[in-house]
């Protein structure tokens, strides 16, 4: 009975693993992807991190960012320079974190390192 | 009238003359107050947030890229925030203010709540207790000697709160 019961669980897993794992990595070159840190403390009103929506295009590769710094700041788009799986995008100083960035992404992860030394984990989101 | 009995007091001691000016709009029984360049209308019970505090301007740098920021806090405090901001620039450090006080109104504009109810009264910002830094443009070294020095002056940070929020740092209130 619990063999039958481990052999149904060992199943499922591996039918997951088949059907879900190649429809991410068949995933279309142009699909935006939306990585996030983004959180909200709702009792003093006020958001922290950021939020990178990567746009590519066959002009190269956009790049929506929105920050939280107490205050949610206005969004930005802006060009970013693409080197494999890294890009690279310089923040103007209309708000804080101004500077270069470099995001390198790693799995379902999103590492942005500033130009202060600030290091950031975006997750993927779903979509 | 007891919204008078309260402004009087709260107006004693204000050195600011925004915050004279939101004390006399609530005697007034205008119901509205001027909030960095903005007309925020209030309900009369919003108010009491901050009538009971007295509110003192704030000398600390405030960060251009930031709007409507309202440089008070309650004036048990506020020589302490100067003094704090004071020890971190002595660093070399660029720390600047991203916000202070907040009027009911701002706190429920800013807590994505616009049509009031619960998006104020849940924050020391409205009573002039805490204020935001511009944290995104700090170094990690400079984040530590931030904290470190804020523990000096007894200044308490949101970084310890969940959800976290690293750019607020507070006082809790003497009585």
């Known amino acids: 009975m619990n063999i039958k019961r481990i052999g149904r669980f060992v199943s499922e897993i591996l039918i997951f693993l088949l059907v879900l794992l190649p429809s991410h990595a068949a995933e279309p070159w142009y699909k935006a992807r939306t990585y996030s840190n983004l959180i909200f403390n709702a009792a003093e009103g006020e958001s922290y991190g950021l939020q990178v929506v990567i746009l590519p295009s066959s002009e190269g590769t956009q790049i929506i960012w929105r920050s939280g710094s107490g205050r949610m700041e206005r969004a930005l788009l802006l060009d970013a320079i693409e080197d494999g799986k890294n890009y690279v995008v310089e923040i103007p100083p209309v708000i804080d974190g101004a500077g270069k960035w470099l995001l390198s992404i790693k799995g379902r992860e999103m590492v942005a390192k500033g130009p202060r030394g600030q290091v950031l984990k975006l997750k993927r989101m779903p979509g | ?175």
């Open chain 2, 1 to 175: 009238m007891v919204f008078g009995k309260y402004t009087t007091n709260a107006m004693e001691g204000i050195i600011n003359p925004m915050a004279k000016g939101i004390a006399a709009s609530v005697a007034g029984g205008v119901g509205s107050i001027i909030a960095g360049g903005e007309l925020e209308n209030v309900a009369v019970k919003a108010v009491y947030g901050y009538l009971f505090n007295y509110l003192e301007h704030l000398n600390s740098p405030i960060n251009p890229l930031s709007r409507n920021v309202i440089p008070l806090a309650d004036d048990k405090i506020a020589a302490n925030i100067d003094s704090f901001f004071d020890d971190v620039r002595a660093q070399g450090i660029d720390l600047k203010l991203n916000d202070a006080f907040r009027t009911n109104g701002l706190q429920t504009k800013y807590t994505g709540n616009s049509y009031g109810g619960v998006g104020y009264n849940s924050s020391l910002h409205e009573a002039g207790f805490a204020f935001n830094v511009n944290w995104n443009n700090l170094s990690q070294s400079e984040r530590t000697i931030v904290l470190d020095i804020a523990t000096q002056h007894h200044i308490q940070w949101g970084g310890s709160f969940s959800p976290y929020d690293p750019v607020h740092f507070y006082v809790k209130s003497q009585g």
